[in-house]
């Protein structure tokens, strides 16, 4: 469902039932990867979310898109996704948090490594997000933070063994929707 409008990535449109997906068209370095984004997520009745994603590059094309729904657009692919999640599906802790996930704990259903409830209203305005691996001990450590404020932290043994990801945005609606947008995008790589 992804598409452009002017300079902006509109990921899905509200509209039910919808995922869309936009790829960096190159495998980008892991460490030392950092990449910064303003998201949008209102228009809508109030769901899913949106995800950034560092995807496992054998796993994933230029087109790669995964389930509707609670599952954002990322659920079936093979990566790390950081969510911003609006939605309080089945076994979600929250209807507004942001999190890290390496896939579904169950069709329709995302596991998350680690969440942050504490924060402000995900649907109103627009959210600077921004996301930076470090190697720690040898291995590479993922940092969240959302406006300014580091949210989450987690090692991410999974992308020390890829070494390269492909980045990813990612959306999806369920039975209730929104417009979910990303723009502004800063990549920057260690190399």
């Known amino acids: ?4 409008s002017g300079s902006d990535s509109v990921l899905t449109p509200a509209t039910a039932t919808m995922a869309g997906s936009a790829i960096y068209p190159a495998t ?8 910064t984004f303003d998201a949008q997520l209102n228009g809508g009745t109030g769901a899913d979310g949106l995800t950034v994603a560092l995807l496992d590059p054998a796993g994933s094309t ?22 911003l999640v609006t939605h309080r599906a089945t076994g979600y ?14 069709p329709g259903r995302l596991a998350f490594q680690s969440f942050a409830r504490g ?10 997000v921004g996301i930076k691996v470090v190697r720690s001990g040898g291995t590479d450590v993922l940092i969240v933070t959302l406006d300014g404020e580091q949210v989450l932290q987690s090692a991410e043994p999974l992308l020390t063994k890829w070494g390269t990801v492909r980045l990813a ?4 609606t369920g039975s209730v929707t929104d417009v979910h947008t990303v723009r502004d995008v800063a990549i920057t790589t260690a190399s």
Do not use: Q, W, Y
């Not at 469902?1 to 452009?4: F, I, N, V």
């Not at 995964?66 to 950081?82: D, I, N, S």
């Not at 924060?119 to 600077?128: D, E, M, V, W, Y």
């Not at 945005?169 to 999806?172: K, P």
């Open 1 to 4: 469902a992804a598409g452009l």
């Open 119 to 128: 924060i402000g209203p995900l649907r109103a305005g627009t959210h600077t």
């Open 28 to 35: 980008l370095p892991v460490s030392g990867l950092s990449v």
């Open 169 to 172: 945005f990612t959306a999806g």
């Open 62 to 83: 230029a087109t790669s898109v995964g389930g509707t729904g609670a599952e954002l657009g990322f659920g079936g692919l093979t990566g790390v996704a950081v969510t």
């Open 93 to 106: 802790p929250a209807d507004n948090f942001i999190g890290i996930s390496t896939g579904l704990k169950s």
